[in-house]
Nanobody, 120 residues
């Protein structure tokens, strides 16, 4: 059983930065793609960024150029560096373990989420 534990959420002013972390248990971390999703109140969960087991990255248009996803294999951890934050980035952010080594939107495990609030 894989567990994903997110941290790093909080309250930040518009234009500020936050770094989210997601620590994964188990030995399959290095073989699977990882992703970050978010869900704002009243909206569907949406993919923010994904990273393959080899380090290839994908970003949604809404965060491209502002967010950076990365992974640290030695710590079984994936990060989401969020810069130039906007109020519309306010959401619960979820870490996801992909089903395959490349990002295909198929998710096998979810974290419980961490809240990011951006004030104007």
């Amino acid at each position: 059983q894989v567990q994903l534990v997110e941290s790093g959420g909080g309250l930040v002013q518009s234009g500020g930065s936050l770094r989210l972390s997601c620590a994964a248990s188990g030995s399959i971390f290095s073989k699977k793609a990882m992703g970050w999703y978010r869900q704002a109140p009243g909206k569907q969960r949406e993919l923010v960024a994904g990273i393959s087991s080899g380090g290839s990255t994908y970003y949604s248009d809404s965060v491209k150029g502002r967010f950076t996803i990365s992974r640290e294999y030695a710590k079984n951890t994936v990060y989401l560096q969020m810069d130039s934050l906007k109020p519309e980035d306010t959401a619960v952010y979820y870490c996801a373990l992909g089903r395959r080594s490349s990002w295909t939107y198929e998710v096998d495990y979810w974290g419980k989420g961490t809240l990011v609030t951006v004030s104007s």
